[in-house]
């Protein structure tokens, strides 16, 4: 029996980080596959045959998952259409109780990937070398993976941004599609960082499936922009010719190419981070009329303080209509990640 078929699945993220698929055609031959490589049960292993381990992480991903359905969760959220990772869930282990060190990427991921607090590490904003303070002392996950003889590999945004730690990985994948989309967390990932074969249809200019930058900042699709953010729109590009995609088949490739040694793996998923864009398909798996809006207390911002306010304001400018486009696009999203 190869290592791949006793793989050992590392499921973590901002909140929960997993692979979240759905039925249509194109996308469900690659999230199938991936799943097939990675669903083994856990096991004990001997020193002399150590496991295999895939890291999933999802940017901005929240409970609107199936297998949360019924866990007294949001019920906007119960529209939910996440059938492989639920299959994986009821495999493994699902949290309910599960809180982040800190509501930034950057602090959150370095503290994820250090297993130290944002405050040992004076990490607190997006624009801080998680390493600045303790220096290459500081040992990352995959770096006590390196030292124990496994192949580590990264693909997609497992640190954050530019803050990726190449000393931590053997390969690491972090191609950007054009200087905008390193802005807005929107790069495309795939194998040599040949471009070539993906459009990051966010960014395409006059593009029927993409959105101009101009487009962005104004909120086209019901949004307001991102001065919020919040944007959305519904396209024709293929699945796996999104970064996420490119993503999943360039990890699908290592598990491949190292499947005679142990490795450690880290597919960095974007998708649900704004703006909302993505293949028309999973927008229409989520219909905006079966959409359900919580309700709003009218002394719900008495006991806030004034920062947070200012911002549920903001929020508070959205129609009815546009919160539940939103929510669907979010949905969409997670669908599609």
């Not at 909140?15 to 990675?38: F, I, K, M, P, Y």
């Not at 990937?113 to 801080?128: F, I, Q």
Request: charged share 20%; with cysteine; proline share 8%.
């Amino acid at each position: 029996m190869n290592r791949v078929s006793r793989l050992t699945t590392l499921v973590w993220g901002l909140l929960l980080a997993g692979l979240c698929a759905t039925s249509a055609a194109q996308n469900a031959d690659r999230s199938a596959r991936l799943l097939l490589e990675t669903s083994a049960p856990l096991r004990v292993h001997q020193d002399e045959d150590p496991p295999n381990v895939l890291f999933i992480i999802v940017d901005d991903l929240n409970t609107a998952l199936g297998s949360y359905i019924g866990s007294g969760n949001r019920p906007h959220y119960a529209t939910a259409s996440t059938p492989n990772l639920d299959r994986l869930a009821a495999q493994g282990i699902r949290f309910e109780n599960a809180f982040v060190q800190s509501p930034l990427c950057n602090p959150s991921r370095a503290s994820l990937l250090s297993g130290l607090r944002p405050n040992t590490v004076d990490v607190h904003d997006t624009s801080t070398w998680p390493r600045h303070k303790i220096g290459d002392e500081l040992r990352m996950l995959p770096e006590h993976f390196h030292d124990h003889g496994y192949f580590t590999g990264r693909v997609g945004k497992v640190g954050h941004n530019s803050f990726e730690h190449a000393v931590s990985w053997d390969e690491s994948k972090f191609a950007l599609s054009r200087d905008p989309s390193q802005l807005f967390h929107t790069p495309g990932y795939l194998p040599g960082d040949d471009l070539s074969q993906v459009k990051d249809n966010t960014w395409t200019e006059g593009s029927e499936n993409g959105m101009s930058r101009a487009d962005i900042f104004a909120g086209a699709g019901g949004g307001r922009g991102l001065s919020l953010p919040l944007t959305w729109r519904a396209t024709g590009e293929s699945p796996p010719m999104t970064p996420d995609g490119t993503t999943a088949t360039r990890i699908i490739q290592l598990m491949a190419e190292n499947r005679d040694k142990p490795f450690f793996l880290a597919a960095g998923l974007h998708k649900p981070h704004q703006p909302w864009v993505g293949p028309v398909e999973f927008f229409d798996q989520h219909p905006v009329d079966e959409i359900v809006l919580p309700e709003t207390p009218a002394d719900d911002t008495d006991d806030s303080p004034a920062p947070s306010t200012l911002v549920l304001e903001d929020d508070a400018a959205h129609s009815e209509l546009q919160k539940k486009q939103a929510i669907a696009a979010y949905h969409a999203m997670v669908t599609m990640a």
